[in-house]
């Protein structure tokens, strides 16, 4: 009833390839978009933007970058973090060295550092694949690891090795009120998704997907896995970077390599799995999940006035963790993105299933 | 000359360790196509109940008890997770493990604590100083890790008789080739399976005893199945003798660039030294030393 | 039915997390926030602090029925000694209580780092005691860092005129073993300069976070041979330091830990076999009998209200966690002089901080005497005091087995301003002037 799609009729090639064809799903994103530019700012706690809301917003863009790679091109990658390290490094220095530049082309350049280091590190996948490659991009992670902490001159010479970024500055206004990081974080995420959208439905797209579901097909039927997995590697590396350096950046404001470490990658993992691997939508709703979580985990028996040591709360955090992990693998492996569409399907019915 | 058969040396113990982690990979992989990253935790909670237990009991009896508590893990294992997986990707059974890892993790530290325990097996730490006559400063070895070096000897050993020579281990290799053919002439998979982890949750106890008494028991242990890792790509997944070359090959490798290489480019190289070295091994040769070629069927 | 259950679960965990930073108590309370890790691969270390400086607050309420009569409220969060998970911590607990957060101990440089620059606009101090950045001694431009007791830099100091008491440092060779992070690399730029005034060789040796892969390390000392190893490593890594260092028969003798790489868990792995091992003892080891000590065994202990195992009361780590509470809990007191006893916020407790004097008397009544070295702070000096001894593990307990030394401040002082004058450069930070405000 409430999502139903009849007697929509498209009647152009434009309507026929708008990006979401139903008109409840356009109302529904536009309004989601206003939520979060509007009325988010107006009700949200300084600690809801600098704890959760950038957070989110930031892994998110992280987790779509990889979901890009590993959930429509079948590339797995255990280097994230590396990936995010060295946008995070990469924009810290050409800030550094070059000031006058606006921040939104050091991100890009940021970016496009990232894509190279990636294509480099993609370029195993073209002879290896699936475990293997995983490793190969676990090379990465200890690499990267060991890069930044090691050669003084990425990090300006600190003579700690930590790092910390200068004010971030666009057009002569300071973002340094956590709404206005907010709004800058969520500006390039939403514009980023969009991008990602469109790129999953071009050839390029359906390229990746061909090549994730058989490579071997792929090829027969015309596709070059060289071009098909590098670009995966490329425009996934560009994601990652980019949201690097707005962690960098924006959240953390000053870090070392450990920030970056194996386990910031696994969560990546994690959030691709638990949100729906193949699915935009599924980024956003893993990434919720992972900020989300352990707060709640830490918070729950606080409600319920039980008493639980720190130490407990964290074991437990890591078992419960875990269990979800494999829960989700087994119960739903299409992830939350999966629940999502099938409310939707019960939303075209109701209140009248067959 | 001394100093660089010191450096040699000690690569080889390292890589004994290495290997003793790896084997456990490589076991599980070969009965159930499962790359297991929980070995490693595997390794700190059989590691972690042992000290525990001997803390109130005699080490052989701890030793029983905590294979007991391993093959317990074994079993839920197989029945919470792997059975609900049969036919999945390698690649999705693989990240599952990743959830089993943080939840031994979890419960390990739960149950046990999370302090550093102390093995003590009453080795002898001194290390002991030979061939002072042929080198100068002459060569140290520890009597610790020629123990822990006879140990993986025998255990290799053990599990090579185990699987050519019972029947236990003739199942496990007819699942290995095919599990629909082995499911078919009547072997048990389920039963296989709870075997297979126990076998490797032996060998995790056996490894975690051994590194716990040299560094003491303790969260970080875990870490130990990352460094495995390159040793099972450089050896192949399904080789038993391959887990045991790599990890020669790369615990040799990885000390020899530290102490060599690491001066000149800043040091703390051994990490990543170990992936760069499989990975380079892996663009000539993707299978591995001794692993199988496998054909992919369109 | 599946589907409804997981969505709901899903909403559930969403609106929670909306109203988790909600409730505030409003009440005559003073809030501190305790970042500490109880998990992890640097639990051993961790939990022994936390327990200290849990107790440390628990005894104030207990005992004097809060600081002038203001009830202190605490709460933990875990970090796990990673610097996104600080952050985030930071952010939950600043806001919280009455007042908002008194003060901040990271107990990790790599998040006081990432903190520091956040204090400037929320203005909550930051304790960072015996460790954090050592330029931030200079509080003319560091206004909310206090590392009191000593910094690293000072660590560096204090260890060379150990090792240079022994004899000239001329044509030795030093060894840096130290965690590859930025607690690991602060003490470097003294060592070097050291190097050059004495004319010693500094190795300097990383050791990859978390630190169980000592080995290659370990036969690049036996190699080397150098006279004196420094060791600067944290959790784990300093018993598999120990370990390694016996391995390779390097003389535990001729090692030297800063304070944090001389502890407890760092050498009870090893016991006998460590005997002799070093380390540089921030004013204090493991006293157990000081008054404060008594009064925690008659008002938690005895009544099971501790935090952690009795007998683990007095250990060097449990002891610092406790001082840590304490030079927090005095720049309240003091801080009520000025302001009334009331919840203060950050801001008051800052100048608490700076305007702390701790006088022998003063400590003796605390129940720290012996425990502490009298410290005063001011504007430009926010470390109070620079004084250690050296401390010997005798296989069994920690004893001291050298002289009192003090940080030369001559010597560092430059360097201090130097790198604090850099940091105000960079970040555009306002250079108070000292002169003035006192």
């Given at each position: 009833?409430?999502?139903?799609?009849?007697?929509?009729?498209?009647?152009?090639?434009?309507?026929?390839?708008?990006?979401?064809?139903?008109?409840?799903?356009?109302?529904?994103?536009?309004?989601?978009?206003?939520?979060?530019?509007?009325?988010?700012?107006?009700?949200?706690?300084?600690?809801?933007?600098?704890?959760?809301?950038?957070?989110?917003?930031?892994?998110?863009?992280?987790?779509?970058?990889?979901?890009?790679?590993?959930?429509?091109?079948?590339?797995?990658?255990?280097?994230?973090?590396?990936?995010?390290?060295?946008?995070?490094?990469?924009?810290?220095?050409?800030?550094?060295?070059?000031?006058?530049?606006?921040?939104?082309?050091?991100?890009?350049?940021?970016?496009?550092?990232?894509?190279?280091?990636?294509?480099?590190?993609?370029?195993?996948?073209?002879?290896?694949?699936?475990?293997?490659?995983?490793?190969?991009?676990?090379?990465?992670?200890?690499?990267?690891?060991?890069?930044?902490?090691?050669?003084?001159?990425?990090?300006?010479?600190?003579?700690?090795?930590?790092?910390?970024?200068?004010?971030?500055?666009?057009?002569?206004?300071?973002?340094?009120?956590?709404?206005?990081?907010?709004?800058?974080?969520?500006?390039?995420?939403?514009?980023?998704?969009?991008?990602?959208?469109?790129?999953?439905?071009?050839?390029?797209?359906?390229?990746?997907?061909?090549?994730?579901?058989?490579?071997?097909?792929?090829?027969?039927?015309?596709?070059?896995?060289?071009?098909?997995?590098?670009?995966?590697?490329?425009?996934?590396?560009?994601?990652?970077?980019?949201?690097?350096?707005?962690?960098?950046?924006?959240?953390?404001?000053?870090?070392?390599?450990?920030?970056?470490?194996?386990?910031?990658?696994?969560?990546?993992?994690?959030?691709?799995?638990?949100?729906?691997?193949?699915?935009?939508?599924?980024?956003?709703?893993?990434?919720?999940?992972?900020?989300?979580?352990?707060?709640?985990?830490?918070?729950?028996?606080?409600?319920?006035?039980?008493?639980?040591?720190?130490?407990?709360?964290?074991?437990?955090?890591?078992?419960?963790?875990?269990?979800?992990?494999?829960?989700?693998?087994?119960?739903?492996?299409?992830?939350?993105?999966?629940?999502?569409?099938?409310?939707?399907?019960?939303?075209?019915?109701?209140?009248?299933?067959? | 000359?001394?100093?660089?058969?010191?450096?040699?040396?000690?690569?080889?113990?390292?890589?004994?360790?290495?290997?003793?982690?790896?084997?456990?990979?490589?076991?599980?992989?070969?009965?159930?196509?499962?790359?297991?990253?929980?070995?490693?935790?595997?390794?700190?909670?059989?590691?972690?109940?042992?000290?525990?237990?001997?803390?109130?009991?005699?080490?052989?009896?701890?030793?029983?008890?905590?294979?007991?508590?391993?093959?317990?893990?074994?079993?839920?294992?197989?029945?919470?997770?792997?059975?609900?997986?049969?036919?999945?990707?390698?690649?999705?059974?693989?990240?599952?493990?990743?959830?089993?890892?943080?939840?031994?993790?979890?419960?390990?530290?739960?149950?046990?604590?999370?302090?550093?325990?102390?093995?003590?097996?009453?080795?002898?730490?001194?290390?002991?100083?030979?061939?002072?006559?042929?080198?100068?400063?002459?060569?140290?070895?520890?009597?610790?890790?020629?123990?822990?070096?006879?140990?993986?000897?025998?255990?290799?050993?053990?599990?090579?008789?185990?699987?050519?020579?019972?029947?236990?281990?003739?199942?496990?290799?007819?699942?290995?080739?095919?599990?629909?053919?082995?499911?078919?002439?009547?072997?048990?998979?389920?039963?296989?399976?709870?075997?297979?982890?126990?076998?490797?949750?032996?060998?995790?106890?056996?490894?975690?005893?051994?590194?716990?008494?040299?560094?003491?028991?303790?969260?970080?242990?875990?870490?130990?199945?990352?460094?495995?890792?390159?040793?099972?790509?450089?050896?192949?997944?399904?080789?038993?003798?391959?887990?045991?070359?790599?990890?020669?090959?790369?615990?040799?490798?990885?000390?020899?660039?530290?102490?060599?290489?690491?001066?000149?480019?800043?040091?703390?190289?051994?990490?990543?030294?170990?992936?760069?070295?499989?990975?380079?091994?892996?663009?000539?040769?993707?299978?591995?030393?001794?692993?199988?070629?496998?054909?992919?069927?369109? | 039915?599946?589907?409804?259950?997981?969505?709901?679960?899903?909403?559930?965990?969403?609106?929670?997390?909306?109203?988790?930073?909600?409730?505030?108590?409003?009440?005559?309370?003073?809030?501190?926030?305790?970042?500490?890790?109880?998990?992890?691969?640097?639990?051993p270390n961790?939990?022994?602090?936390?327990?200290?400086?849990?107790?440390?607050?628990?005894?104030?309420?207990?005992?004097?029925?809060?600081?002038?009569?203001?009830?202190?409220?605490?709460?933990?969060?875990?970090?796990?000694?990673?610097?996104?998970?600080?952050?985030?911590?930071?952010?939950?607990?600043?806001?919280?209580?009455?007042?908002?957060?008194?003060?901040?101990?990271?107990?990790?440089?790599?998040?006081?780092?990432?903190?520091?620059?956040?204090?400037?606009?929320?203005?909550?101090?930051?304790?960072?005691?015996?460790?954090?950045?050592?330029?931030?001694?200079?509080?003319?431009?560091?206004?909310?860092?206090?590392?009191?007791?000593?910094?690293?830099?000072?660590?560096?100091?204090?260890?060379?005129?150990?090792?240079?008491?022994?004899?000239?440092?001329?044509?030795?060779?030093?060894?840096?073993?130290?965690?590859?992070?930025?607690?690991?690399?602060?003490?470097?730029?003294?060592?070097?300069?050291?190097?050059?005034?004495?004319?010693?060789?500094?190795?300097?040796?990383?050791?990859?976070?978390?630190?169980?892969?000592?080995?290659?390390?370990?036969?690049?000392?036996?190699?080397?041979?150098?006279?004196?190893?420094?060791?600067?490593g944290?959790?784990?890594?300093n018993s598999?330091a120990i370990?390694?260092?016996?391995?390779?028969?390097?003389?535990?003798?001729?090692?030297?830990g800063?304070?944090?790489s001389a502890a407890e868990p760092d050498v009870l792995p090893a016991?006998?076999?460590a005997?002799?091992y070093?380390g540089?003892?921030?004013?204090?080891?493991?006293?157990?009998?000081?008054?404060?000590?008594?009064?925690?065994?008659?008002?938690?202990?005895?009544?099971?209200?501790?935090?952690?195992?009795?007998?683990?009361?007095?250990?060097?780590?449990?002891?610092?966690?406790?001082?840590?509470?304490?030079?927090?809990?005095?720049?309240?007191?003091?801080?009520?002089?000025?302001?009334?006893?009331?919840?203060?916020?950050?801001?008051?407790?800052?100048?608490?901080?700076?305007?702390?004097?701790?006088?022998?008397?003063?400590?003796?009544?605390?129940?720290?005497?012996?425990?502490?070295?009298?410290?005063?702070?001011?504007?430009?000096?926010?470390?109070?005091?620079?004084?250690?001894?050296?401390?010997?593990w005798?296989?069994?307990?920690?004893?001291?087995?050298?002289?009192?030394?003090?940080?030369?401040?001559?010597?560092?002082?430059?360097?201090?301003?130097?790198?604090?004058?850099?940091?105000?450069?960079?970040?555009?930070?306002?250079?108070?002037?000292?002169?003035?405000?006192?």
């Amino acid at each position: 009833m409430f999502y139903r799609e009849n007697g929509q009729f498209k009647t152009s090639y434009a309507d026929d390839q708008a990006l979401l064809s139903i008109k409840q799903d356009k109302w529904f994103i536009w309004l989601v978009l206003a939520v979060a530019f509007a009325v988010v700012p107006m009700f949200a706690s300084e600690y809801l933007f600098r704890a959760i809301l950038i957070p989110f917003l930031i892994l998110a863009l992280a987790a779509i970058g990889l979901n890009l790679l590993v959930g429509y091109c079948g590339q797995i990658s255990l280097g994230t973090g590396a990936f995010m390290m060295v946008g995070a490094y990469a924009a810290y220095n050409i800030a550094v060295r070059i000031p006058e530049l606006n921040i939104l082309v050091v991100f890009i350049l940021a970016g496009l550092i990232t894509t190279v280091v990636g294509m480099v590190f993609g370029i195993p996948s073209l002879r290896i694949k699936g475990l293997y490659l995983a490793v190969a991009t676990l090379a990465a992670q200890f690499f990267m690891d060991w890069l930044f902490s090691r050669v003084k001159w990425l990090t300006n010479d600190s003579s700690s090795g930590s790092v910390s970024a200068p004010v971030v500055e666009m057009f002569g206004f300071k973002l340094d009120s956590p709404i206005a990081k907010y709004w800058f974080v969520l500006a390039i995420v939403v514009l980023f998704a969009l991008i990602a959208k469109n790129l999953v439905r071009s050839n390029i797209g359906r390229s990746w997907m061909a090549t994730r579901d058989m490579d071997v097909a792929a090829e027969i039927i015309g596709i070059r896995p060289v071009y098909a997995k590098l670009s995966a590697f490329a425009v996934s590396s560009f994601f990652v970077g980019v949201s690097g350096a707005l962690w960098a950046f924006v959240h953390l404001g000053s870090w070392e390599p450990l920030a970056f470490d194996i386990n910031r990658s696994f969560t990546m993992i994690f959030m691709i799995i638990i949100g729906g691997l193949g699915s935009i939508l599924g980024s956003f709703l893993g990434a919720a999940f992972i900020v989300v979580l352990p707060l709640v985990l830490n918070q729950v028996p606080i409600w319920f006035g039980i008493p639980i040591s720190t130490a407990t709360a964290s074991h437990l955090e890591f078992m419960i963790f875990g269990a979800l992990i494999v829960f989700f693998l087994i119960v739903e492996p299409h992830g939350l993105a999966r629940l999502w569409a099938i409310a939707k399907e019960k939303l075209r019915i109701w209140p009248f299933p067959h | 000359m001394g100093p660089f058969i010191e450096v040699i040396l000690g690569g080889l113990m390292a890589g004994v360790l290495y290997s003793l982690v790896a084997l456990g990979f490589v076991l599980i992989y070969k009965a159930s196509g499962v790359f297991n990253f929980a070995q490693g935790a595997m390794v700190l909670f059989a590691a972690l109940a042992f000290a525990r237990l001997s803390e109130k009991m005699p080490m052989p009896v701890a030793f029983v008890l905590a294979m007991g508590i391993m093959v317990i893990v074994a079993w839920l294992i197989e029945r919470l997770v792997l059975r609900s997986l049969v036919n999945q990707e390698g690649i999705i059974l693989f990240l599952a493990t990743f959830g089993v890892t943080y939840f031994l993790e979890g419960l390990g530290q739960l149950i046990f604590g999370s302090d550093i325990y102390p093995i003590d097996l009453g080795l002898p730490k001194e290390p002991r100083i030979i061939f002072e006559s042929t080198f100068p400063g002459g060569i140290l070895i520890n009597i610790e890790d020629l123990v822990a070096a006879a140990v993986a000897g025998t255990l290799v050993l053990f599990l090579a008789l185990f699987f050519q020579k019972t029947t236990v281990g003739r199942a496990l290799r007819a699942v290995a080739d095919d599990h629909q053919a082995a499911q078919s002439v009547g072997i048990p998979l389920n039963r296989i399976w709870v075997i297979v982890w126990s076998v490797s949750g032996f060998v995790a106890l056996v490894a975690g005893v051994i590194w716990g008494s040299k560094l003491g028991v303790q969260f970080s242990l875990a870490l130990v199945a990352l460094k495995a890792i390159p040793v099972v790509i450089l050896g192949g997944f399904t080789s038993v003798p391959g887990a045991i070359v790599g990890g020669l090959i790369i615990g040799v490798g990885e000390k020899v660039a530290e102490v060599y290489l690491g001066p000149i480019i800043g040091g703390g190289i051994e990490n990543w030294f170990a992936y760069g070295l499989a990975l380079a091994f892996l663009m000539v040769r993707p299978e591995g030393l001794f692993g199988e070629r496998h054909i992919d069927r369109v | 039915m599946k589907t409804r259950w997981k969505t709901a679960g899903l909403a559930c965990a969403i609106a929670a997390a909306f109203t988790a930073g909600g409730a505030f108590a409003q009440a005559n309370e003073q809030f501190v926030p305790v970042l500490v890790y109880r998990t992890g691969a640097y639990a051993p270390n961790g939990v022994p602090w936390a327990n200290g400086f849990v107790d440390y607050l628990k005894l104030i309420n207990e005992r004097d029925g809060g600081i002038g009569g203001v009830k202190l409220t605490y709460e933990e969060c875990e970090t796990g000694y990673a610097t996104d998970r600080g952050v985030e911590c930071y952010e939950r607990l600043k806001g919280k209580g009455p007042t908002g957060a008194t003060g901040f101990n990271s107990l990790s440089t790599g998040i006081t780092y990432a903190l520091t620059d956040k204090t400037f606009g929320d203005k909550i101090p930051m304790f960072t005691t015996g460790y954090g950045r050592s330029e931030s001694a200079d509080g003319s431009v560091f206004k909310w860092n206090f590392p009191l007791l000593g910094t690293y830099w000072s660590a560096a100091d204090m260890l060379v005129q150990h090792v240079a008491k022994k004899g000239s440092l001329k044509g030795k060779k030093i060894a840096l073993v130290y965690h590859d992070s930025p607690f690991g690399k602060e003490p470097i730029p003294v060592l070097e300069e050291h190097a050059k005034k004495h004319g010693f060789e500094l190795l300097k040796l990383p050791v990859t976070h978390p630190g169980v892969e000592q080995k290659a390390t370990w036969l690049q000392v036996r190699q080397q041979r150098p006279d004196y190893v420094f060791l600067w490593g944290w959790g784990v890594m300093n018993s598999t330091a120990i370990r390694e260092a016996i391995n390779v028969s390097y003389p535990r003798l001729q090692m030297f830990g800063v304070w944090w790489s001389a502890a407890e868990p760092d050498v009870l792995p090893a016991e006998m076999a460590a005997k002799g091992y070093n380390g540089l003892s921030l004013g204090h080891s493991n006293e157990k009998n000081a008054g404060v000590h008594k009064d925690l065994m008659k008002v938690l202990y005895d009544k099971n209200k501790g935090t952690g195992k009795k007998e683990d009361v007095g250990h060097v780590l449990y002891n610092r966690g406790m001082i840590s509470a304490m030079l927090l809990v005095e720049s309240v007191v003091k801080a009520q002089t000025k302001f009334g006893k009331k919840p203060l916020t950050g801001e008051q407790v800052r100048w608490g901080a700076e305007n702390l004097n701790l006088d022998a008397a003063r400590l003796k009544a605390l129940g720290f005497d012996g425990i502490v070295q009298p410290l005063k702070t001011s504007c430009a000096d926010h470390e109070g005091t620079r004084k250690a001894r050296v401390h010997t593990w005798d296989g069994t307990t920690w004893s001291y087995t050298s002289d009192w030394y003090e940080a030369d401040n001559k010597f560092l002082r430059p360097m201090v301003e130097a790198q604090a004058r850099k940091y105000a450069a960079e970040k555009k930070v306002e250079v108070r002037d000292c002169k003035k405000e006192s």
